[in-house]
């Protein structure tokens, strides 16, 4: 069970969350391929093979070999896409495809740690240009994400600057960790792919959620608890639930205005009380 509030004369604790088949119910990645075959960045051929990538990753069956051949496809696919461009097919499409396919019991998870004290990480294999609008959608305190080489022209080059997967997202943990104080040892982790045990076994109280066959094994065998998330749920549809005030970081321009608003109000009332005195 969570805590409800954190000793905050403790260090600093987190939730980190993997994100496709553990926060959502799709691959995030995937998801998009349909909006970016009408932004004719991809071509019908191409919808069809990354709906079979779909099939696989949701029937369970993308193993290590298979997610590498996954990624050296995306990565050869996106070669030569405007960044720009993406970033606004996401933004455009974001609400439409990913809102609906939210899981309910990840939401309430998120509010929960929120409520705590903790922050929430995203931590995902997938690109940073779907992670990050889908992070700051959930609330999310941070990202990890992939991320792809960039050139002079705004393009990407088909090539990996940073692949967030398996051990590497363990060391990520480890350098928020170290960066933003937080002690791992009080810290929660979720995924659903046993790629992610190493970030699993790097905080104290880790989470299988749609567990793989391989990870369910893991948890059984390490005494880690299951978590069965079956309810995708648009966020507006479950607002008297997610009451939980947004992040200061997604909110810090509505809070200047608020601020400002106050003193407009408080100077208004003092100089009503000078008149009248």
């Known amino acids: 069970m969570l ?10 604790t987190a939730a980190f969350f993997d994100l496709d088949k553990t926060v959502i ?16 960045l991809i071509n019908r051929r191409a919808v069809l093979r990354t709906a079979y990538s779909q ?3 949701l029937a369970g069956g993308a193993d290590h070999d298979q ?18 461009q993406v970033r606004e097919i996401v933004a455009e499409t974001l609400h439409d495809l990913i809102d609906p396919i939210i899981y309910d019991e990840a939401a309430t998870l998120i509010e929960r740690h929120h409520t705590a004290g903790r922050d929430v990480v995203i931590v995902s294999t997938s690109g940073a240009e779907v992670v990050e609008p889908i992070g700051e959608l959930l609330g999310a305190d941070r990202v990890v994400a992939t991320r792809m080489v960039v050139g002079d022209d705004g393009c990407f080059t088909g090539e990996v600057e940073y692949y967030a997967y398996g051990p590497t997202k363990a060391e990520a943990v480890r350098e928020l960790a ?14 659903d792919s046993v790629t992610d045990v190493p970030m699993l076994e790097s905080v104290g109280h880790p989470h299988a959620v749609n567990p793989d066959r391989a990870l369910r094994r893991e948890a059984l ?8 998330f079956h309810r995708p749920v648009r966020l507006k549809q479950r607002l008297p639930a997610f009451s939980v005030p947004p992040r200061p970081a997604l909110v810090a321009a509505a809070a200047i205005g608020a601020a400002a608003a106050t003193a ?8 009503r009380r000078t008149t009248a005195a």
């Not at 065998?221 to 069965?228: G, K, T, V």
């Not at 407009?264 to 100089?271: K, M, N």
């Open 3 to 12: 805590k409800d509030v954190e000793n905050h004369s403790m260090p600093r």
């Open 25 to 40: 119910a799709k691959s995030s990645t995937l998801t998009f391929s349909k909006s970016f075959y009408q932004g004719g």
């Open 55 to 57: 099939f696989v990753f």
């Open 67 to 84: 997610m590498e051949r996954m990624r050296k496809y995306l990565s050869a696919l996106c070669r030569g896409w405007n960044v720009q």
């Open 178 to 191: 170290e960066s933003e104080g937080y002690d791992l040892a009080r810290c929660y982790a979720y995924s």
């Open 221 to 228: 065998a390490r005494e880690w608890p299951i978590l069965d």
């Open 264 to 271: 407009g109000l408080v100077w208004y009332a003092s100089r």
